[in-house]
């Protein structure tokens, strides 16, 4: 195999010196046309691709930025990264795609790591990521533009892109609320997620507005995993007067209450009605549909990856949710469990 070219065979090709093609590189304006395409179709003879490390060093951008996330969704991740991808694809951008650890000491230093070893232009934050101090703090002090998707403290501080998280709580309890249902229960997502707070809030508000006493014993911790739904349904339906309704804070949760009630031989939706949160893949492709909250993913992480491609001044994003109905929710049945 032969060596990959480098900047000199491009200049010898060309006929110019090895200056004039590191200003074609750059984007340097005081180039003839000429001169840039003869550049240009040496480095395509070439299949000349300049190192990341050359272009940084020279003062240009990396044309990369990095995506850093922490969540148990494959489904939501799955959306995000595909939206940030789009985007990046648009500009001609390369999308790192990081995974760590908020609960970790150490992530501070791990994103600081990332950062100093890639050369990324920008990066975007997902949650619960987006509101982690020590990630936050490391890229304060590296001045590095980033742009937050879903923060739930501290929105002033950088660019962000959000929904209404209780809003759209709100709309589904009292959708649930409005078929009938009184007995509601709610699986709580991920306690690292300023989200989960968010939508228990707006679960409270609605059966409040309703005149529905709140009980706490018809609420279960969740992690936005299917286990911890599959618990919390178990814990739920095995109360002396169970919920009519399940509200999961999220799809994959609320995929584990379908699991259960399908062990159980409950009778989807007449005996238990549920309903999640994200309209993810999932909500399309478990029996029944589940009715959901569509979160607008993908647009989320596209307009995120479009302001922080775009620079300038600090902005700010709400983007729209939409309630989802489909076969998951009925009034509620007088057949005991």
């Known amino acids: 195999m032969s060596e990959r070219s480098n900047i000199s065979d491009v200049a010898a090709r060309a006929g110019v010196a090895v200056k004039t093609v ?11 046309a000429e001169t840039r395409e003869r550049v240009e179709a040496a480095m395509k003879a070439l299949d000349f691709r300049p190192s990341i490390a050359a272009r940084i060093l020279s003062g240009a951008k990396s044309n990369q930025i990095a995506l850093i996330y922490d969540n148990h969704s494959p489904y939501y991740m799955f959306q995000i990264q595909t939206g940030c991808w789009s985007r990046c694809q648009e500009g001609g951008i390369r999308l790192l795609a ?11 230093e791990q ?23 020590p990630v936050l703090r490391a890229l304060e002090a590296m001045d590095i533009p980033f742009v937050r998707i879903s923060p739930g403290m501290n929105h002033a501080l950088t660019s962000s892109v959000f ?25 709580k997502g991920h306690p690292n997620h300023a989200g989960s707070d968010d939508r228990l809030f707006g679960y409270r508000r609605a059966l409040d507005r309703a005149g529905i006493a709140y009980e ?12 911890s739904g599959v618990k919390a349904a178990r814990i ?3 109360l002396p007067n169970p919920p009519t309704a399940i509200f999961a804070a999220n799809d994959d949760m609320a995929a584990g209450v379908l699991a259960v009630a399908h062990d159980r031989n409950i009778d989807l939706p ?6 999640g949160f994200d309209d993810t893949t999932l909500a399309r492709t478990v029996w029944p549909p589940l009715t959901t909250i569509h979160q607008p993913m993908f647009d989320l992480a596209h307009t995120a990856t479009e302001i922080l491609i775009a620079g300038g001044d600090i902005t700010h994003r709400r983007l729209s949710h939409q309630l989802i109905e489909r076969a998951s929710v009925a009034p509620p049945n007088r057949k005991p469990l």
């Open 111 to 133: 994103v600081r790591g990332l950062v100093s070893e890639t050369h990324v232009d920008g990066i975007i934050l997902s949650s619960p990521v987006t509101d982690c101090e």
């Open 236 to 238: 739920l339906l095995d």
């Open 216 to 227: 706490p014993q018809l609420v279960c911790d969740g992690e936005f995993d299917f286990d």
């Open 163 to 187: 929904m209404d998280d209780a809003q759209a709580a709100d709309d589904m309890t009292t959708h649930l609320i409005n078929f009938g249902h009184r007995r509601i229960g709610f699986i």
């Open 98 to 108: 990081q995974p760590v650890d908020v609960a970790d000491p150490m992530v501070g």
């Open 22 to 32: 590191s200003r074609v590189l750059n984007g340097h304006p005081y180039v003839s």
């Open 270 to 275: 007449d005996q238990l009605s549920v309903a």
